[in-house]
């Protein structure tokens, strides 16, 4: 009986050390992959009404039509998972974002020639402009989806500093309208509910589910 009281006992103050979950998947995002969501919020709480409906695309829009060019791009992103997360975890940012920005912007590089757009002016996966970003390493690289990935915390992080009373959903999709249009077209929360932001937002919950 002692004994059994004792196990229990040392469950418990195990249980008590290590605290809530908040901290176990912060400290070792391993243990808990579907759960880790970085620094700047969790994604599968945030409101999005996914890609705009207009006429144009009347039937592939939504949250519907993010999640099915999500899921096209599925094939061509799964071979990146593990750099992803790795890249996601070294910034402290959910890897889920960066599938999504890299199946939003390329397709997983399925529609880049040489890692650069049609035009020859974005590069990489999460495809950076080149004249406001020197490319780093390969296109396809851990090195240059770094450079992106740090280029987007770094707007998230501008964000936090402008608007030190928004909350965390809008500190991030601020941060995700930077990444795509700069931290100074954004004056307001109107400025962060756009086409890309909730198709983002969207498509990384569809990445998400599929433990990215």
């Not at 509910?193 to 198709?199: G, P, Q, S, W």
């Amino acid at each position: 009986m002692l004994t059994s009281v004792v196990f229990w006992g040392l469950i418990a103050l195990i249980g008590t050390s290590r605290g809530s979950y908040a901290f176990t998947h912060s400290m070792n995002p391993h243990l808990h992959p579907r759960l880790y969501h970085g620094c700047y919020g969790d994604i599968m709480t945030m409101k999005t009404s996914g890609a705009t409906c207009d006429a144009n695309s009347a039937m592939n829009c939504g949250i519907r039509g993010s999640e099915m060019f999500a899921e096209m791009d599925l094939r061509d992103i799964k071979p990146y998972q593990t750099l992803i997360k790795e890249v996601g975890q070294k910034h402290c940012v959910d890897p889920a974002i960066i599938a999504a920005i890299i199946s939003r912007e390329s397709h997983g590089g399925a529609v880049l020639q040489d890692g650069w757009d049609h035009r020859g002016l974005k590069f990489g996966l999460m495809q950076l402009d080149k004249q406001k970003y020197p490319p780093l390493g390969a296109w396809d690289s851990k090195e240059h989806l770094s450079q992106a990935a740090g280029i987007l915390t770094d707007g998230i992080k501008a964000i936090q500093k402008k608007f030190p009373t928004w909350s965390v959903a809008q500190h991030l999709k601020g941060g995700l309208s930077a990444f795509k249009s700069g931290v100074e077209a954004i004056a307001t929360p109107a400025d962060i509910d756009n086409d890309f932001v909730n198709d983002i937002v969207a498509r990384a919950k569809f990445y998400k589910r599929q433990s990215f």
